[in-house]
């Protein structure tokens, strides 16, 4: 473990902010730059992964990622949660094995999903309807207790077993295509460490117990391999850098260093979703601003605190507040909330403000407030 003098929190905070908002650049280089960019289908007022990327894409504007992703070399697949990534990526975590031995199929199942796979063969990209067409399989009870049928979970199943991929979406209906075979790694331990340094260059500098917590969640990408994790986690910890805060080890890449004159956020308002890699560990965010965040969308409309989606609000180096975002006859409304109980005073937050919801509005199509 390579440690630097001990560094005090306005650095790591500058540090985290600066090298997550890099300089915007193309769609693919983005990705590339991110590693890894989750995913989520609340629309309010647009999806996570284009909230996420209108930061990082020049002029990106809400569902360019949709539509540009046939011919683009990623997938969606889950990591440590459901996203997008490189194709080359997504390769390292297959093939799968369940996580359990009860998620395990039975011979009736495998032989199910051999005739779906000779279908999507056949045809090359296949809609859920054109299967549950072809073999009516029923229905069955999904994770949420509803009814589903069957032959969506089937194709769920099949694309987290790595046997299909997304070919893209039809008004949000993931299509499906056949996957490459993929073969096992040489060297697992090497795969895994390769898996372990794209969380680490998402979400650096990483308090301790959130670089746990990370390892964790690849039991969902890699669940062949979780036996694996508790040794990756101890080479990942000698092979970074870090430093010792406020009684907090803190975890970042190598090549890396925070202190670095270059790592100095701009002095913009960011409206950011509440997955974007800046906010996204809870505990940093708590350690970097002093105020808890959560995520109210699944939280009863009495409890919430700030909102269906309240968007965090960066300033400078500081999330001071949250935006709940919406359009209303082609116009972005905004309701804004504020840790201190009011905004800033400075004009220069008036008009970085104005210039994010100019640029919000851009993104989205719709007029200004």
């Known amino acids: ?92 975590m297959h093939p799968r094995i369940p996580r359990i031995p009860r998620t395990a199929w039975s011979a009736e199942r495998a032989r199910q999903a051999a005739s779906v796979l000779a279908f999507v063969h056949e045809r090359g990209v296949v809609h859920p309807r054109d299967v549950d067409a072809q073999f009516a399989h029923g229905k069955v009870l999904n994770w949420f207790g509803g009814s589903s049928k069957a032959c969506t979970v089937l194709l769920d199943e099949m694309h987290y077993h790595g046997l299909l991929r997304i070919a893209r979406r039809d008004a949000g209906t993931r299509l499906y295509a056949a996957s490459d075979p993929h073969q096992p790694p040489a060297d697992p331990a090497t795969t895994l460490d390769a898996l372990v340094d794209v969380v680490v260059r998402l979400y650096a500098p990483l308090p301790e117990p959130s670089l746990g917590s990370l390892m964790i969640h690849l039991r969902g990408g890699a669940p062949q391999w979780a036996a694996l994790l508790n040794p990756a986690l101890s080479r990942a910890k000698l092979r970074l850098r870090s430093s010792r805060l406020d009684g907090v080890n803190w975890f970042w890449p190598a090549d890396e260093n925070p202190a670095s004159l270059r790592h100095r956020p701009d002095h913009g308002v960011r409206l950011l979703a509440p997955f974007d890699p800046i906010v996204w560990d809870r505990r940093r965010f708590e350690h970097l601003w002093g105020w808890a965040y959560r995520f109210e969308a699944y939280t009863p409309a009495a409890r919430r605190l700030r909102g269906h989606y309240a968007l965090p609000l960066l300033w400078h180096e500081h999330v001071i507040g949250w935006g ?23 004009p220069a937050f008036r008009a970085a403000l104005d210039a994010e919801l100019a640029s919000f509005s851009q993104f989205l199509g719709v007029d200004a407030p």
């Open 1 to 92: 473990m390579s440690r630097l003098r001990p560094l005090n929190i306005d650095t790591l905070r500058r540090y985290a902010i600066a090298r997550s908002l890099f300089k915007p650049s193309t769609l693919p280089k983005a990705i590339r730059q991110l590693g890894f960019v989750q995913a989520d289908p609340i629309r309010a007022p647009a999806r996570a992964q284009d909230l996420i990327l209108r930061h990082r894409v020049v002029d990106y504007r809400a569902g360019d990622l949709e539509k540009r992703y046939p011919r683009l070399d990623i997938d969606e697949d889950f990591f440590i949660n459901y996203g997008f990534m490189a194709r080359s990526m997504r390769a390292l």
């Open 324 to 346: 709940n975002l919406s359009v209303h006859n082609g116009r972005l409304n905004a309701e804004l909330g504020f840790v201190a109980g009011h905004a800033p005073g400075q």
